[in-house]
């Protein structure tokens, strides 16, 4: 009988990236995504979408350079913390407890072998929304904002890696999670894959950084689920003065309605635009994706993606003009 | 600190409905719905919708009256399902293994308090589509059929309870379902709720009979996500001939976009034309509806349920006219 | 050979409702709708959605009454204007000319039979956009707003009349109008009709008054064209306290995606959620509903309309309680 | 005071084209875009969508080379179609009289200075749907079909002329057309326009043939109305094995969400996916595309252009590989 899985980890819980342009990045996420400021310490302004439930999952800190501050797990219960810090331990990525931080309680630091900052943690506080902001729809903790194109959750995570399949295996192997697809190369090494330790798709990806860099970010995503709002917001980056990176379009992969974006600070934003599908089989096989069928795996319709999306990442490297 | 969740179930693996007109409910399913007849047994026939990953996710049998056959869970794991077993045998629930059926190997058979026929399995069969319905979106296992409306995959069950509350603390205890929503009578007992094992709002979710019967199904439901596909299916049904019972519309349940209607043999079946919401939180606080809040949670816009839509069940009985 | 249809009116150009409560209704059309308020005259406000292309489509004036104000149609050319006022002049329905408003030159006021105040002009002023609401997409003559959902353009209006059918003919007879559907009672007399000089199935629609009065108005309607955009200002409506009357559902008359509100000053506004369907047939045969197909000519699936719908307009009379 | 516009031309009735793959090109038209065929006269074939009023609105002639057999408009009464046969005579571009064909009555037929043949008529046969075919919807026409994608009805047709200009003179001049938008070289010539005689921002498009050729068909298009129709239709031609030329993506000029993709015979196929937006102004002011604006106007959001986009046409000409 073959080893259990583990299901220490539950979902994505939030993650803080670092922008140049501290206020022009807040007012981005605020005026065309239609999030919420929630707080601020520091050089940093803590945001919520409307149908995140916890208190919040975007931390934006002023920083010299765009990138990643850090991706945060929660567990699936108190002592699925306790098993996953000792195996992060055992491993030789951790780096220690912290208290805490606005929205939730002590969390344990590591990296991933690629250098990128994680940490887990299971005390969180949910959102309270002030009397006007409650709604009738109890499933949903504040209003539906009346301002841009508001998405509706915190969805996955995209990081650039120097090696792909080391970080994969970390991610498998002392996390617990899932690898749903990924994208081979002619010689069946690892271009890119998607993981997860829910039923979406991906909660992260990891892709191999076409410039041999370590610890980049590629972008972080948000969720509609409604067709409509990619053209919705579309329309408002447009006439905003903002330039769509790419989409709205159709991955193959993840099955994702996608439009990319680069907010002010520098950062690719992804918006997720329909349901995508999901998987419930607690062993699903991973899809793989090489040679004749890569074209469709990374435009299935719609608008393609351009050469800058592969080699594009926080913080921006020199040699890639945008 | 708190004891872990029971994390032993994944999924809601198939269905088996009876059905007094076979052929007449697999036409249904398959020129409205669009799904794909895979297997004959007996006086029953397996069919799949074009997302379903496993060989048959509905199995509709020939019988005097309409009603479930029975609901398959998925465990999480061969040892899961062995934990599991236990469980429901000290309940004193239990009924035995089968050798297993079209599409899966053994499973163990059970009922709920309520008399509902379950079974729990790990072994099952994948569908392999023959060659020339293969898709180039690896990440689906058929093409869309080009027939009707396609529902895309299945997605829950709604039955009918004596009682709730005790079908309710079995499917949380013994299998390790979570309420993630409930409806509340004024004196706080349960009058339906809505359960899941995975992220989904509900896999299951149970109601209490208003006639007072045992065992009743009140629906099953196959999933499109796109709400345009509800409009289509409304095009559809009206023009073959059906009547809608109501939708298309939206709950404040589950935020779900719903439309119902009765299959030929008598069973009710719910299309479910958006994303809804999904939960990810390991600790997710049951949302709770009484009072002045009822009529936003059964309805939040659009079409409205008839009086028939909280009496009528299957097998139907005679003091309902329909 | 039968005689040459008129072509002398081209559209609907704006209206004019009477609100008590000037704010309020300002502030629903401006936050909810997204719509823009463009001047101020004496206790007029005026306001654009941002597909219109002329100045100014919605007047709202200040009045111890809610109801209508006035229609104002616009004619194919300056010709065409000086032929359909010699007609309504020889039909003795004629008021005179006035000097024209902010946003049009002269026009020519006139009443159906039945009392409403119409008026038809060819001057008019388009909208020209301040620096910062242009938009690349030259054919809109602003940026679409980020503010509530906002409605893309007038569509049409929607008046009840103590007797359907003599004002019918005064529309077709006078001004070139073609009736494009109509409602039949099983006498065969007029209950409803939708008219238009344009390819919409409705530029105006006229219902028999259930009351037995003159002159009220049952509702104006604004156009989204797109069916999630229903979905979208449900959830603004309901979170910010405004109670749906009907809706989101589909009509079989004219296959409108509709869904109706009453705005604070207590009119009806209908919100168009589709595209609904197009006639460019310059000999269409009116299409008739009645006996068993009224059903579905009210309401082809979705939610219902109440009793209140049939009855209620402005000014509100004492009889019908809303 | 300005000449009166010229009202006589209502609206694209049908067209024509050529097929060297007579079967596979009804095939296409029957199973991916779900039309019907209702006639077959020697080696034609008559297909209609099923919101199409007439018998029908393509022809399908069998033919060595792709290409347009004819375009046929209606006029807006028969003195229209007498007053428009003069004009025509007059400009000596006239063919001659014929005495109908499948679905209507006599025609005037004749070309547009680059040899586009077309005809105007005003007899029509309005489709009459066999019993098991009509719908309680009693504005459509027939029921939706259940097969393919099926679109609602015809659109526009775009062809390609050795010079835009003076084909536009003569669709505005002799038949009462309206330039609606148009692309602009930087020397101010016609690189493309879009005319219409009805509220469609265009019936019928023109653009400068790349190669310099005369008489050539750019494309076709129906209209589906709805956004997720393109996505559906998309799926059903990937997994038939055809090849998306471009789509899905929206058009700033028109702003048509589109899909193109070339039918078994070699001619462009257009599907229009959403509302777009609507010309009701009688004194409509051209918009003019030119310079920088050229890329929105091109593509506003979504799948770009690809090369072959601009030349290929049809009949297909040597020097473009498709």
Known sequence: MTKEPILDVAQLAHFEIYSPKLEESVGFFKNILGMDEVGRKGNSVYM??????????????????????????????PQALERRVAAIEKSGRGIGWIDGDIGHGRAYQFTTPDGHKMEILWDVDYYEAPEDQKTPLLNRPQKRPSRGVPVRRLDHINVLASETKKNVEFLEEVLGFKVRERILADDNSDVAAWLSVSSLVHDIALMTDALGESGRLHHIC???????????????LIESGYEIEAGPGKHGV??????????PGGNRVELFGDPGYQIF??????????????????IWHGSNLPQEFFKYGTPVKSDVLV
């Open 222 to 236: 948000y969720w509609y689920g409604f067709p409509q709002h990619l053209s919705d917001v579309a329309d408002l």
């Open 281 to 298: 089989d607690p062993a699903w096989k991973t899809i793989e994706w090489k040679g004749k069928d890569l074209e469709k795996a990374i």
């Open 48 to 77: 919520r979408a409307y149908e995140d439930h916890y208190h919040n999952t975007l931390i934006i800190t002023e920083n010299d350079e765009a990138g990643l501050g850090h991706v945060a797990w929660r567990a699936t219960s």
């Open 254 to 263: 993840t099955q994702a309605a996608f439009l990319y974006v680069v907010e």
